[in-house]
């Protein structure tokens, strides 16, 4: 099993040293031959900003291009986003479950510990930008 996701694009703007990738990311049951007549298969238009781009004077808007990440950097990105958030949430519902005996204020409690961690993601995003980044081939 190969350690990079990679997928096929259209270049859609090139800024300073960003690159913005349009891609289509299908589900594993898009490429079936009865995917138009079900709906599971689903397909969805991304937009990727590929930063810190080596050689960006052969790049040009329409040009087809494979982007590249490894599953390390797919890893972080999924614990960041859902991970955390999800025991953030559950931990501090079940602390003011066990302190409290309203479930409303446990729930909205919990929901409003979430606000720091995404104020601190925000204010960390350069770093985490560094971290997880896509490449172009």
Not at 7 to 25: A, D, K, N, T
Not at 59 to 76: E, Q
């Amino acid at each position: 099993m190969s350690n990079i996701i990679s997928h096929s694009g259209i270049i859609e703007s090139i800024h300073e040293g960003c690159v913005q990738v349009r891609i289509l990311q299908t589900s594993a049951c898009a490429a079936c031959k009865v995917a138009g007549h079900c709906n599971a298969s689903e397909s969805k238009e991304k937009v990727i900003d590929v930063m810190n781009v080596s050689d960006i004077s052969q790049l040009k808007v329409g040009d087809s291009v494979v982007v590249r990440a490894s599953r390390d950097v797919a890893n972080k990105a999924l614990l960041l986003s859902f991970g955390v958030p999800f025991l953030i949430l559950v931990s501090v519902l079940l602390i003011m479950l066990k302190l409290s005996s309203d479930e409303g204020i446990a729930a909205i409690t919990s929901l409003v510990a979430l606000v720091p961690y995404y104020v601190a993601l925000y204010f960390m995003r350069d770093k985490i930008q560094q971290k997880i980044a896509f490449s172009i081939e």
